[in-house]
Nanobody, 122 residues
């Protein structure tokens, strides 16, 4: 499986951005796709994930502001980020998990795409 992410950028606080991630290769092995983000803190923070059937999970810091969705026909997952805050500034990574169940740690994802930078100015 390969993951290609896009859509990062610079936005002012209160603004919006949409990230996209398209999977290719053996996509039949994927149970769930999601996003994690990394700041200078070495740990990657879980942001959101979604199953093939549309079940979603969100990190506490983004609930109510971010929405994850997917287009199964396009093997693409989207992350709509609204009301962005400076603390949302990070490199956002798309990821895929083959094992059923929501991950509780970023290390539980099996495949990672390249990161895309999101910068929110105050």
């Amino acid at each position: 499986v390969q993951l290609q992410a896009s859509g990062g950028g610079l936005v002012q606080a209160g603004g919006s951005l949409r990230l996209s991630c398209t999977a290719s290769g053996n996509t039949f092995s994927i149970d769930r796709m999601g996003w994690a983000r990394q700041t200078p803190d070495p740990r990657r923070e879980l942001v959101a994930s979604i199953t093939l059937g549309g079940a979603t999970n969100y990190g506490d810091s983004v609930k109510g502001r971010f929405t994850i969705s997917r287009d199964n026909a396009k093997n693409t997952v989207y992350l709509e980020m609204n009301n962005l805050e400076p603390d949302d500034t990070a490199v956002y990574y798309c990821a895929a998990r083959n094992v059923p169940g929501a991950p509780t740690d970023a290390a539980q994802y099996d495949t990672w795409g390249q990161g895309t930078q999101v910068t929110v100015s105050s």
